[in-house]
């Protein structure tokens, strides 16, 4: 199957493909990771991505599509892939149709007040980037990682107002997707508003 998972940040996107990959042994593929990947391996077009990258523009989308190619050509893909968070745009999705076909868009939908909530309310490790939430997954000492004991500390872009600016432009930029795909017959949707376990067990019936 050849599958796009479509999600706000925070939606979950990243727990669901991680359990799809364990479940239905096809890769997850993140457009940002090949960028990073070619950029660290130097190749040519990894040093035309850095031009772009270093003075702060967004990468053109040739040369993410031109990886993208390259990437889906491998033998990990014959039995399918999971894309995660590309495409962002009704013309990155029809230029993506010219050399690969997509199943099913699976849309991770949730509510902005729980976002806010969870959001808000996560911790990160400044020695192993461990991940923990007030509420949800507490660590056993209150500011302190479980792992490695480093001190846990809440992102910048954590906070109400960023969460909300973030959500806006994801919706402003995915809805005409969600659209698109739509009206392809290839959209389905799952409630991403629950415990993880509950997302994922839907998620499974719908991909069937």
Do not use: W
Request: contains cysteine; aromatic residues 4%; positive net charge.
């Amino acid at each position: 199957m050849n599958l796009i998972l479509l999600g706000a940040p925070g939606a979950g996107k990243g727990t669901i493909a991680q359990k799809l990959v364990e479940r239905m042994k096809i890769p997850q593929i993140s457009t940002g990771d090949l960028l990073r990947e070619a950029v660290a391996k130097k190749t040519k077009i990894g040093k035309e991505a850095e031009t772009y990258m270093k003075g702060g523009k967004l990468v053109p989308d040739e040369i993410v599509l031109g990886l993208l190619e390259e990437r889906l050509k491998k033998k990990d893909c014959k039995s399918g892939f999971i894309l995660d968070g590309f495409p962002r745009s009704i013309d990155q999705a029809k230029k993506l149709d010219k050399f690969t076909h997509v199943d099913t868009v699976l849309n991770i939908d949730v509510d902005l007040s729980i976002l806010v909530d969870r959001l808000t309310g996560r911790r990160t490790c400044r020695k192993c980037n461990a991940v923990y939430h007030v509420k949800n997954v507490p660590p056993k000492k209150e500011g302190i990682c479980d792992s490695c004991g480093g001190e846990l500390y809440q992102r910048s872009d954590d906070n109400v107002e960023t969460v909300k600016k973030r959500f806006d432009t994801y919706r402003q930029n995915t809805e005409p997707l969600i659209d698109f795909y739509k009206s392809e017959g290839k959209m389905v949707r799952v409630d991403g508003g629950r415990t993880p376990e509950a997302t994922l067990k839907d998620a499974i019936k719908l991909l069937g």
